[in-house]
């Protein structure tokens, strides 16, 4: 969920710490701090509460030049925002460390140190390695040495990247649980905890295994395995530009990437579909016989993904003809499900390297699953790399915290799963050819969909003054209606629930009033008649309905005080995917008239690496 950037190089790093730094706040942080080692052996650190910009200006007329250097943004866990909480932690004016993870126990190294003469001045879970690395350097004979040692003894999840101030020149990074990149340069090296932070020093990356530690001078760089032995990483060149971040002509990047939907979905479905079905082996060699051989499938997410995996459920055993059940990540961690025989293991995530979801897919190795698929963003992630079966969904990088474009690729992608499993558990060969072309025109239904932007944003007035909104939705669109209220919650901080709209009278309908915003998905499918008779509940309490329809709905039986917004289509299999996008403007324009951090909203991070 932080971000680390650390270079060694011959030019002043300062600059590129503090630009990577910026390329890592979409993240989600509280503080930021840098620390650059001196040729003299002293460390120079800067911490401030707040943006980066804070972190600028406290720097600003001092000297900070450097040649080797670590910065981070945090994201709090142990210990609330403070600058003594703030990264990089320093210990002994020699060691300075930054950290992604949780240490689960920090308590009794803690104790340990204080008993050996340790000073402690956070509360933080971090402060406890840097102590523990410096303990290590009276005896081993480097920091490489040192940091092993002291690694060995953590219990929990971390990405860390360490200096000694006696031996500047020199980095050395280890990752367990956390994600950790290196940057190859000329004559140069860099770490971060996302190549993003990187592209505009270099293409060239080595992702760091579970278990690595690497050393790194502006020479070389060498890693080493969770056994201590000298192992080689491959190089790839990432496809990513550094522009690929900015914001360009949009006032937010969540208004970018909504945009951007058609693209990726685009992009997500080129060179898998034939002519008129989905090719298997776009999921991975092999895909086709696991396929036929799976008898159910069990989906495991978290957040938005999680609502992608509910939508999922509907297709797959509506289409497929396949039993699927969904969960949520850090909920099946901690039980012992019953795993029926052939049964297909699915996660989906964004980032790749969500810490439930990763977990969940190494304990589902240690249970009688047929095989395991990922649905990802990252192809360099930890989820992919772990998983028999990929299907990467290419929307490209996502940097506003609310998920947008990662969700409606996540929902294609899913499409073509549920496809492929139907073709060899008897889904009618017309059937699949219908539901392709769906596919193939659905970039062209998102940008006729975009269209309706401005009248969103009239009708988003209607929202700012509120403090509570009911979404409401059955069958398939039920999904959407959790993922409506978990955007308008996300970043507009109104608090905002979804229900299937059968269960409004079951006690939800006590909470309607003029003051309670009501959003109903309304889909003609065989569901509309009762969800229909559920909307004039709301308006025999005086709820002010607005109402989501398919071009081909009929509201008017409803009665007056409905604001109806029409879908440009009529009903297809994917209206969930087209029923997504009006909610993504609701939310974004409610957020932006109550004047809320879009991008950035508060105690929110983008990747949630920590448990």
């Given at each position: 969920?932080?971000?680390i950037?650390?270079?060694?190089?011959?030019?002043?790093?300062v600059p590129?710490?503090?630009e990577g730094?910026?390329?890592?706040?979409?993240?989600?942080?509280?503080?930021?701090?840098l620390?650059?080692?001196?040729?003299?052996?002293?460390?120079?650190?800067?911490?401030?509460?707040?943006?980066?910009?804070?972190l600028?200006?406290?720097?600003?007329?001092?000297?900070?030049?450097g040649?080797?250097?670590?910065?981070h943004?945090?994201?709090?866990t142990?210990?609330?925002p403070?600058e003594?909480n703030?990264?990089?932690?320093v210990?002994?004016?020699r060691?300075?460390?930054?950290?992604n993870?949780?240490?689960?126990?920090?308590?009794?190294?803690?104790r340990?140190?204080?008993?050996?003469?340790?000073a402690?001045?956070?509360?933080t879970?971090t402060e406890?390695?840097?102590?523990?690395?410096?303990?290590?350097l009276?005896?081993?004979?480097?920091l490489?040495?040192?940091?092993?040692?002291?690694?060995?003894r953590l219990?929990?999840?971390?990405?860390?990247?360490?200096?000694d101030?006696?031996?500047?020149?020199?980095?050395v990074a280890?990752?367990?649980?956390?994600?950790?990149?290196v940057?190859?340069?000329?004559?140069?090296?860099?770490?971060?905890s996302d190549?993003n932070?990187?592209?505009?020093?270099?293409?060239?990356?080595?992702?760091?295994?579970?278990?690595?530690?690497?050393?790194?001078?502006?020479?070389?760089?060498?890693?080493?395995?969770?056994q201590?032995?000298?192992?080689e990483r491959?190089v790839?060149?990432?496809?990513?530009?550094?522009?690929?971040?900015?914001?360009?002509?949009?006032?937010?990047?969540?208004?970018?990437?909504?945009?951007?939907q058609?693209?990726?979905?685009?992009?997500?479905?080129e060179d898998?579909?034939?002519?008129?079905?989905?090719?298997?082996?776009?999921?991975?060699?092999?895909?086709?016989?696991?396929?036929?051989?799976?008898?159910?499938?069990?989906?495991?997410?978290?957040?938005?993904?999680?609502?992608a995996?509910q939508?999922?459920?509907?297709w797959?055993e509506?289409?497929a003809?396949?039993?699927?059940?969904?969960e949520?990540?850090?909920?099946?961690r901690?039980r012992?499900?019953?795993?029926?025989?052939?049964t297909l293991?699915v996660?989906?995530?964004q980032s790749?390297?969500?810490?439930?979801?990763?977990?969940?897919?190494?304990?589902?190795?240690n249970?009688?699953?047929l095989?395991?698929?990922a649905?990802?963003?990252?192809p360099?992630s930890?989820?992919?790399?772990?998983?028999d079966?990929?299907?990467?969904t290419?929307?490209?990088?996502?940097?506003?915290?609310?998920s947008?474009k990662?969700?409606?690729t996540?929902?294609?992608?899913?499409?073509?799963?549920?496809?492929?499993?139907?073709?060899?558990?008897?889904?009618?060969?017309?059937?699949?050819a219908r539901?392709?072309?769906?596919?193939?025109?659905?970039?062209g239904?998102?940008?006729?969909t975009?269209?309706l932007?401005?009248?969103?944003?009239?009708?988003?007035?209607r929202?700012?003054?509120?403090?509570?909104?009911?979404?409401?939705?059955r069958?398939?669109?039920?999904?959407?209606?959790?993922e409506?209220?978990l955007?308008?919650k996300?970043?507009?901080?109104?608090?905002a629930?979804?229900?299937?709209?059968?269960?409004?009278?079951?006690?939800p309908?006590?909470?309607?009033?003029?003051?309670m915003?009501?959003v109903a998905?309304?889909?003609?499918n065989?569901?509309?008649?009762?969800?229909?008779s559920?909307?004039?509940?709301v308006?025999?309490?005086?709820?002010?309905?607005?109402?989501?329809?398919d071009?081909?709905v009929?509201?008017?039986?409803?009665?007056?005080?409905?604001?109806?917004?029409?879908?440009?289509?009529?009903?297809?299999?994917?209206?969930?995917?087209?029923?997504?996008?009006?909610?993504?403007?609701?939310?974004?324009?409610?957020?932006?008239?109550?004047?809320t951090?879009?991008?950035?909203?508060?105690?929110?991070?983008?990747?949630?690496?920590?448990?």
């Amino acid at each position: 969920m932080c971000g680390i950037v650390g270079a060694v190089a011959q030019r002043d790093v300062v600059p590129l710490l503090l630009e990577g730094l910026k390329r890592l706040e979409y993240r989600g942080y509280d503080s930021a701090g840098l620390v650059v080692a001196g040729d003299d052996g002293a460390l120079s650190r800067w911490r401030s509460v707040g943006k980066v910009v804070a972190l600028e200006q406290l720097m600003a007329g001092q000297i900070q030049a450097g040649h080797t250097g670590l910065a981070h943004t945090r994201w709090a866990t142990h210990g609330a925002p403070s600058e003594d909480n703030a990264h990089p932690h320093v210990s002994g004016d020699r060691v300075a460390l930054v950290h992604n993870g949780i240490i689960e126990n920090h308590d009794a190294l803690r104790r340990e140190q204080l008993g050996n003469g340790y000073a402690m001045t956070s509360e933080t879970d971090t402060e406890v390695i840097a102590h523990e690395i410096h303990a290590r350097l009276q005896s081993q004979e480097n920091l490489l040495a040192a940091v092993q040692a002291a690694v060995a003894r953590l219990e929990g999840a971390y990405a860390l990247a360490v200096m000694d101030a006696r031996h500047p020149g020199r980095l050395v990074a280890a990752r367990r649980g956390s994600p950790l990149v290196v940057g190859i340069g000329i004559g140069e090296h860099f770490v971060a905890s996302d190549v993003n932070a990187l592209l505009p020093v270099t293409r060239q990356f080595i992702f760091l295994e579970e278990g690595d530690v690497v050393e790194m001078t502006r020479e070389q760089c060498r890693i080493f395995d969770s056994q201590g032995r000298s192992v080689e990483r491959p190089v790839q060149t990432s496809e990513l530009s550094a522009d690929a971040v900015e914001r360009g002509q949009y006032r937010h990047f969540m208004l970018k990437e909504i945009y951007e939907q058609p693209r990726a979905v685009a992009e997500t479905l080129e060179d898998r579909l034939a002519s008129d079905h989905v090719l298997a082996a776009a999921f991975g060699n092999g895909a086709e016989a696991i396929f036929a051989a799976t008898r159910g499938v069990h989906i495991v997410a978290c957040g938005t993904s999680y609502h992608a995996g509910q939508v999922a459920r509907y297709w797959i055993e509506s289409l497929a003809g396949l039993p699927c059940s969904v969960e949520i990540a850090s909920e099946y961690r901690y039980r012992e499900p019953v795993v029926p025989p052939d049964t297909l293991f699915v996660t989906l995530s964004q980032s790749g390297e969500t810490a439930d979801t990763l977990a969940a897919l190494r304990e589902a190795k240690n249970k009688p699953y047929l095989a395991s698929l990922a649905i990802c963003n990252v192809p360099e992630s930890s989820l992919v790399r772990e998983s028999d079966l990929v299907l990467m969904t290419r929307a490209g990088p996502e940097i506003g915290v609310a998920s947008t474009k990662a969700f409606t690729t996540q929902l294609v992608a899913m499409m073509l799963l549920t496809l492929a499993l139907g073709r060899q558990h008897g889904l009618e060969a017309g059937e699949e050819a219908r539901l392709v072309g769906q596919l193939r025109a659905l970039p062209g239904q998102i940008e006729k969909t975009l269209e309706l932007d401005d009248t969103i944003a009239t009708l988003a007035e209607r929202f700012v003054d509120k403090h509570h909104a009911l979404f409401l939705g059955r069958g398939v669109e039920y999904p959407i209606a959790l993922e409506g209220a978990l955007k308008l919650k996300e970043i507009s901080y109104i608090h905002a629930e979804a229900y299937a709209a059968g269960e409004l009278k079951h006690g939800p309908l006590a909470l309607v009033d003029e003051n309670m915003p009501v959003v109903a998905i309304a889909a003609n499918n065989e569901l509309l008649g009762k969800l229909l008779s559920n909307l004039q509940e709301v308006r025999a309490r005086g709820g002010e309905l607005f109402v989501l329809a398919d071009a081909d709905v009929d509201i008017a039986g409803v009665g007056q005080g409905v604001y109806t917004l029409v879908l440009p289509q009529g009903h297809c299999e994917l209206s969930p995917v087209l029923c997504t996008v009006p909610l993504q403007l609701l939310a974004y324009h409610v957020a932006v008239l109550k004047g809320t951090d879009v991008d950035q909203p508060r105690n929110l991070a983008k990747s949630v690496t920590v448990e």
